[in-house]
Nanobody, 129 residues
Framework: KVQLDESGGGSVQAGGSLRLSCTSS????????VGWYRQGPGNECELVSS???????TYGDSVLGRFTISQNYAENTMYLQMNSLKPEDTAMYYC???????????????????????WGQGTQVTVSS
């Protein structure tokens, strides 16, 4: 059984930083389509950043230049370094991985529900002004 576990969320002031981590049992991040989604209050699910299966990296326009996705292959852990946080970054952040070996994660999904992905339980990030 695949399990994804996020950690590192919390409350920070605008301009601060957080690093989210995602560990997995039963799934190898390397060479897979994996990434981070988020869903803020009243907002649709948004693909924040991802690795394509071939290693290419994507960022959403709203986080480009502020967030960095990375992996520790030896520890099978994925990270999302979030700098210069803004109140609009407030959301539940989800780690996700493609179930069927897809080349990339689909952008239009329901966070935590779409059956094309494995999902973590989510970690809350709250940014105050």
């Amino acid at each position: 059984k695949v399990q994804l576990d996020e950690s590192g969320g919390g409350s920070v002031q605008a301009g601060g930083s957080l690093r989210l981590s995602c560990t997995s049992s039963g799934f190898t991040f390397a060479g897979s389509a994996v990434g981070w989604y988020r869903q803020g209050p009243g907002n649709e699910c948004e693909l924040v950043s991802s690795f394509h299966r071939d290693g290419d990296i994507t960022y959403g326009d709203s986080v480009l230049g502020r967030f960095t996705i990375s992996q520790n292959y030896a520890e099978n852990t994925m990270y999302l370094q979030m700098n210069s946080l803004k109140p609009e970054d407030t959301a539940m952040y989800y780690c996700a991985a493609s179930v069927r070996g897809g080349r990339w994660l689909t952008s239009k999904v329901e966070c935590g529900l779409n059956e094309d992905n494995y999902w973590g339980q989510g970690t809350q990030v709250t940014v105050s002004s």
